[in-house]
């Protein structure tokens, strides 16, 4: 089966893109990166986009359900179907489920390698606090994130710049 390159994919820079915008005006939000399969260049049709927020307020995102309209989905024609919250230790997620709001459109022919996927996408922002970040020492669980695929999307105050330098030195 073919990966999927984030850097390469339409559809993929845009959920990244207004992600981003999202978070740039959230000042709880103090970093924001890509982690997983479409970090690491690994995923395929079925991979879900998971994002990793550094937050001085995780409670608050928990808490509350606006945050996940203030994502423009609709710029990708998706709206939101349902969600769920899984618990990761340090780390908690709220699993995000798509559905397109044009199903009978076409995809984009940017977009080729999604033709398949016309109806469903999923999203996983897990949010920490900084600690999950802290370099004194390195979390396992952190270092396994990480080390496995990160691409940092917001980073003003080099929080996940500077966790992923002393990953890379330690592999």
Known sequence: MSSIDASDNYLIKVILEQVKNWAEKRSEILALALVGSYARGEATLESDIDLMVIASDT??????????????WESINYK???WNDADYG?????????????SNSKSSSKNNLFNDLTNKLKVEISFGLP?????????????????????????????????????????
Do not use: E
């Not at 952190?142 to 330690?170: A, E, H, M, W």
């Open 131 to 171: 600690i999950w970040a802290s370099i004194q020492p390195i979390d396992s669980g952190t270092f396994g994130v990480v080390s496995r695929g990160c691409k940092i999307i917001y980073d003003p105050q080099d929080i996940l710049t500077n966790l992923v330098s002393k990953i890379d030195c330690q592999k």
């Open 59 to 72: 409670d608050v995102f928990r808490q509350n359900y606006d945050w996940m309209h203030q994502i423009n």
């Open 80 to 82: 939101i179907q349902k």
């Open 90 to 102: 340090v780390v908690w997620s709220r699993h995000i489920y798509l559905c397109n709001s044009k």
